[in-house]
C-alpha cells in the first residue's frame, strides 16, 4: 500500500467534519481527502431515488481522481439510503455512518431516546430495523430537521447559532408525546455533533447526546491497522462539486484541510 493514498470522507456539506476530526486525534499521520458535495447540498430533503443514484456515481470519480485506500461516508442520509449500491460498485473497503441507537440504548434509563436527524434519515427502514435490535424496550421518538443543518453549516462559517432556532428545533423532538422522558438523544445527522453545545444548551437538564464518530474512527483505525502511513503528520484537501465560501476556510484549516478545490 502506497503510504501516500488517503482516507477519503464523504459528506453533503461539512457535516462530515465531526467524523474526520476523531479520525485525526487516532490517526494524525493519515493524508486526508475531505469531500463536499456541495452542488447536492442538502440530501436530507432530497428523495431517495436521487440520492441513491447521484452517491455512487459521485464516489467512482472520487475513487479514480484520489486512489483512496478507504472511504469514509460521513452522512447518515447517503449511508442509510446508498451504502449498500457504493460497497456493490467499488473495490475500496467502505465504512458507512449509521445512527447510534445502540449506544443511546444501553445509555438510556428512562428507555425513551430521541432520534434527531434529517427527514430522509429518520424516515429510513434502516432506522427502524436499528431500533428493533438495540432499543426493542424503549420508545424511540424521531424528529427530522433541515435547518439544524443549515444552522450547523453556518456557524463553520462563522455566524453565530440563534438559541430560539435552536429551541425550536428541538421543540419538535420533545414535544412529541412522552418527550418530556427522553433521556438520551442521538445525533442521527454529522453536522449536529458541530452544534452540540448549543444543542446542550437548549435540552433539559440531564439529556445526553451520542453520536457516531469515535466508533468510525475506531473502526478506520482497525481496517488500516499495519498500513504504511508517511513519516510526519499529513494535512489534508476539501474537494467541493460546487465553489465554496471563502469564510468556510478558518474552519476547514482548523481541521487539517490546508487548501480547498471544486471538482
Known sequence: MDARRPLLFFDSGVGGLSVLAPTRALLPQAPIVYVADSAGYPYGTRSEAEIAGRVP???GRLVERYRP????????????????????????????????IKPAAELSRTRVIGVLGTKATVRQPYVDDLAARFAADCTVIRHGSAELVDIAEAKLRGEPPDPARIAAVLAGLFGQPQGERIDVVVNACTHFPLVGEELAAASPTGVRFVDG???????????????DWP????????????RPPEALFPALARHGLSRAETL
Do not use: E, K, W, Y
Not at 72 to 100: E, F, Y
Not at 233 to 239: E, K, Q
Open 57 to 59: 456515481a459521485l464516489l
Open 213 to 227: 464518530g469515535p466508533g468510525i474512527a475506531r473502526r478506520v483505525a482497525h481496517l488500516t491497522q499495519g498500513q
Open 69 to 100: 485506500r478507504l472511504i469514509v461516508i460521513a452522512c447518515n442520509t447517503a449511508s442509510t439510503i446508498a451504502l449498500a449500491a457504493v460497497r456493490a460498485a467499488l473495490d475500496v473497503p467502505v465504512v458507512g455512518t449509521v445512527p447510534a
Open 231 to 242: 513519516a510526519a503528520p499529513s494535512g489534508g484537501v476539501a474537494v467541493f462539486t460546487a
